[in-house]
Nanobody, 114 residues
Framework: QVQLVESGGGLVQPGGSLRLSCAASRNIFSFNPMSWYRQAPGKERELVAR???????NYADSVKGRFAISRDNARNTLDLQMNSLKPEDTAVYYC????????WGQGTQVTVTS
C-alpha cells in the first residue's frame, strides 16, 4: 500500500512563507515523477510543481520564482517551499506520485489572507 501524507499547511499573511512536506511510504526516489497540485474552491485541480527522478523540475507560471520543489532523501519527503505568498495561492495542496499508478495524498489547506 503506497501512502502519501502532506503536512505544513496553515494560515499565513500575504508575503509570508510556508513549507509543505509529503511523507511517502515508499522510497521517495521510486516515484517518477512527483508533483504538487492545488485546488482552490470552485476551480479545477492544477499542477503547481513537478520533479522527476532525475531532478528535473517544472513549475506553473503563476508560482515561478516563488515556489521551489525538492526531495529530502534523509527524511524521505517531497517538499514545497512557498515564498512571497499571495491570496490567490489559497487552496488545498495535494502531493502526487507515480509508481505505475497515480497516488495522491489527502491534501493540506493553505490560506493566505490578511
Amino acid at each position: 500500500q503506497v501512502q502519501l501524507v502532506e503536512s505544513g499547511g496553515g494560515l499565513v499573511q500575504p508575503g509570508g512563507s510556508l513549507r509543505l512536506s509529503c511523507a511517502a511510504s515508499r522510497n521517495i526516489f521510486s516515484f517518477n515523477p512527483m508533483s504538487w497540485y492545488r485546488q482552490a474552491p470552485g476551480k479545477e485541480r492544477e499542477l503547481v510543481a513537478r520533479i522527476t527522478s532525475g531532478g528535473s523540475t517544472n513549475y506553473a507560471d503563476s508560482v515561478k520564482g516563488r515556489f521551489a520543489i525538492s526531495r529530502d532523501n534523509a527524511r524521505n519527503t517531497l517538499d514545497l517551499q512557498m515564498n512571497s505568498l499571495k491570496p490567490e495561492d489559497t487552496a488545498v495542496y495535494y502531493c502526487n506520485g507515480i509508481i505505475t499508478f497515480n497516488y495522491w495524498g489527502q491534501g493540506t489547506q493553505v490560506t493566505v489572507t490578511s
